[in-house]
């Protein structure tokens, strides 16, 4: 099993939702920004507290083609097996 040490899942942070560990920044906003051009690079300059690893982490599984609620149930710890590209919110290509 992978450790995503770059994403966090807590109830009491963003409801929730993935986040970037040791921020407030919503995993979600990452994929909207590329999903409408925004370079890493640009994504960066917009969020200083997220580190180019961090991102770079999350690029790697937007590439993978994972939507958002499957990175909340790998960092959960997920029972089930989870495939990449099925589920409600995808990513740019």
Same mark, same amino acid.
Request: proline share 5%; glycine share 6%; no cysteine.
């Given at each position: 099993?992978?450790? +995503?040490? =770059? /994403? &966090?899942?807590?109830?009491?942070?963003?409801?929730?939702?993935? %986040?970037?560990?040791?921020?407030? *920044?919503?995993?979600?906003?990452?994929?909207?920004?590329?999903?409408?051009?925004?370079?890493?690079?640009?994504?960066?300059?917009? +969020?200083? =507290? /997220? &580190?180019?690893?961090?991102?770079?982490?999350?690029?790697?599984? %937007?590439?993978?083609?994972?939507? *958002?609620?499957?990175?909340?149930?790998?960092?959960?710890?997920?029972?089930?097996?989870?495939?990449?590209?099925?589920?409600?919110?995808?990513?740019?290509?």
């Amino acid at each position: 099993m992978r450790n +995503f040490n =770059s /994403i &966090t899942v807590h109830p009491e942070i963003q409801d929730g939702a993935p %986040v970037f560990s040791g921020t407030r *920044v919503r995993i979600e906003t990452f994929y909207d920004f590329l999903r409408i051009g925004v370079s890493v690079s640009e994504f960066l300059d917009e +969020f200083p =507290s /997220i &580190t180019r690893d961090q991102a770079l982490e999350v690029y790697d599984l %937007v590439n993978q083609k994972y939507t *958002v609620d499957q990175i909340k149930s790998l960092v959960a710890g997920p029972q089930q097996r989870i495939e990449p590209g099925m589920g409600r919110v995808q990513a740019a290509a």
